[in-house]
């Protein structure tokens, strides 16, 4: 009994709270977290990311790490701001560099729910030479695609 007890508690779900303070504690860990660590956090820990990773008072460091864990957690609201970011040139180059290794991991997006966004994640990840992905996503995607669509499967075929 005592046991299924300890693995039920083990298993329950984070609360905001926890995850607010888990996020807090990875931003200021020394060593490097995990992305597996960002992912247990969900896409809650975005509450707590991405106000840093869009404040230009930051510390640029912390920007980065932030991008990298919102990039983790919440795939879906990282890719946006990737994208923004990584075109910013008034941005410090370790925060473009962090989001386009962030806009790098959006391979998830490229098949998520908001086709705005699957537009997007295919015109980054192009760039970025993964086109047999956009291929095969583009071949899925209803006829009236986005000009980013457009852009990607044009970069992808030269």
């Known amino acids: 009994m005592t ?3 300890i693995a039920a508690l083990l298993a329950a779900p984070l609360s905001d709270e926890e995850v607010r303070e ?7 860990a020394i060593h490097g977290i995990k992305a597996e660590q960002w992912k247990e956090l969900g896409p ?7 106000p840093i990773v869009t404040d230009p008072a ?9 991008l990298d864990g919102l990039a983790a957690a919440a795939p879906d609201r990282a890719a946006a701001l990737a994208v923004k970011l990584a075109r910013d040139e008034k941005q410090p180059l370790v925060v473009r560099v ?5 806009a790098g991991k959006l391979k998830p997006v ?8 699957r537009g997007e994640a295919a015109e980054v990840l192009s760039r970025h030479g993964a086109c047999s992905e956009v291929r ?16 990607a499967l044009s970069r992808c075929s030269e």
């Open 110 to 117: 490229l098949q998520g729910r908001h086709a705005g966004l």
């Open 98 to 102: 962090a989001a386009v290794h962030a």
């Open 136 to 151: 095969e996503q583009a071949a899925r995607e209803k006829r009236d695609r986005s000009s980013a669509w457009e852009r």
């Open 58 to 66: 930051a510390l640029p460091s912390k920007r980065a790490l932030a």
């Open 3 to 5: 046991a299924l007890l």
């Open 22 to 28: 888990k996020a807090q504690a990875y931003l200021g």
């Open 44 to 50: 809650r820990a975005a509450e707590v990311l991405e």
